[in-house]
Each structure stands twice: as structure tokens, then as C-alpha cells.
Nanobody
């Protein structure tokens, strides 16, 4: 199977920065995309940023210009640099991977356990 382990969440003041990291382990045949989702209390989970296999990056409009997603294909890791954080960025952030455990299996979505990011003074 595939496991995702996140690190880097915490409490930060508005305007501050945090860096989230996620490492994928286990048997991975191929990865189509890795990235980050978040879910705030009472809201649906939303895509924050993602890197596709060809290197294309996508961001939700609310974080463009403030967050940067990066992926290390050799290490199967993905990071999210979050700058100029705002209270509305407060949420549980989940690492996401779309890929194949074995080449003959269908693509599957994998999720990390989530890490809390709180932006507050």
C-alpha cells in the first residue's frame, strides 16, 4: 500500500509563514499528481495546490501569489510553502497523491492523516 506522512503544521500569526511537507512511502508504481487539500470547520474539503506528472501546477485562487507547491519526483515528496498567511487559511491540510500501487491496478487516491494549520494573533 501507499502511506502519506505530513509534517509542518502549527500556529502562526497573520502574515507569517509555514512550510508543510509530505512523504509518500510503500510500493508506488507511478504518480499522476501530488498536492494539498484543506478543510476548514463547517466547510467542504478544497484543493489548495497540486503538481501533476508533467510538472503543471494548479492553485485555488485564494492562495495564488502566497503559496508555492513543489514536488521531488525522486523522493516522492511534496511541499507547500505558505507565506502571508491569513486567518481564513486556518484548516486541516491533507496531503494527496493520485497514483498506482502496482502498474496493473487502477489509479487510486491516497490521503495523509492531516495536519492542523491555525493562523491567529
Amino acid at each position: 500500500q501507499v502511506q502519506l506522512v505530513e509534517s509542518g503544521g502549527g500556529l502562526v500569526q497573520p502574515g507569517g509563514s509555514l512550510r508543510l511537507s509530505c512523504a509518500a512511502s510503500g510500493t508506488i508504481s507511478s504518480i499522476s499528481a501530488m498536492g494539498w487539500y484543506r478543510q476548514a470547520p463547517g466547510k467542504q474539503r478544497e484543493l489548495v495546490a497540486i503538481v501533476e506528472s508533467v510538472g503543471t501546477t494548479k492553485y485555488v485562487d485564494s492562495v495564488k501569489g502566497r503559496f508555492t507547491v513543489s514536488r521531488d519526483n525522486a523522493k516522492n515528496t511534496v511541499s507547500l510553502q505558505m507565506n502571508s498567511l491569513k486567518p481564513e487559511d486556518t484548516a486541516v491540510y491533507y496531503c494527496y497523491l493520485l497514483g498506482r500501487h502496482r502498474w496493473y491496478l487502477p489509479e487510486t487516491e491516497y490521503w495523509g492523516q492531516g495536519t492542523q494549520v491555525t493562523v491567529s494573533s
